[in-house]
Nanobody
Framework: VQLQASGGGKVQAGGSLRLSCAAS????????MSWYRQAPGKQRELVAV???????NYADSVKGRFTISGDNAKKSVYLQMNDLKVEDAAVYYC?????????WGQGTLVTVSN
């Protein structure tokens, strides 16, 4: 199973990006889909989570600006990022948790400039 993240890029502060992550290969029902990010010199941090039941949770720093959505049938998760700030710049990673395994994507780079 591989997770392929895409959608990163360069954007000016205040702009928007939409990240996507799709799983390929045989994967059981995903219980939790999430996005993490890691900026240079910092630890990886949780950005947003969506469960198979549709519950979501966000880091305080992105609440009201980011929206996570998941599609279990398509084994995909998305992150709509609006009003991006310089401090949002990082490599973003998707993560899927099933009943038997945890999978990470390879990361997609988001750059935000003033």
């Amino acid at each position: 199973v591989q997770l392929q993240a895409s959608g990163g890029g360069k954007v000016q502060a205040g702009g928007s990006l939409r990240l996507s992550c799709a799983a390929s290969g045989s994967i059981f029902s995903v219980n939790v889909m999430s996005w993490y990010r890691q900026a240079p010199g910092k630890q990886r941090e949780l950005v947003a989570v969506v469960t198979s039941g549709g519950s979501t949770n966000y880091a305080d720093s992105v609440k009201g600006r980011f929206t996570i959505s998941g599609d279990n049938a398509k084994k995909s998760v998305y992150l709509q990022m609006n009003d991006l700030k310089v401090e949002d710049a990082a490599v973003y990673y998707c993560k899927f948790v099933t009943t038997i395994a945890v999978y990470w994507g390879q990361g997609t780079l988001v750059t935000v400039s003033n």
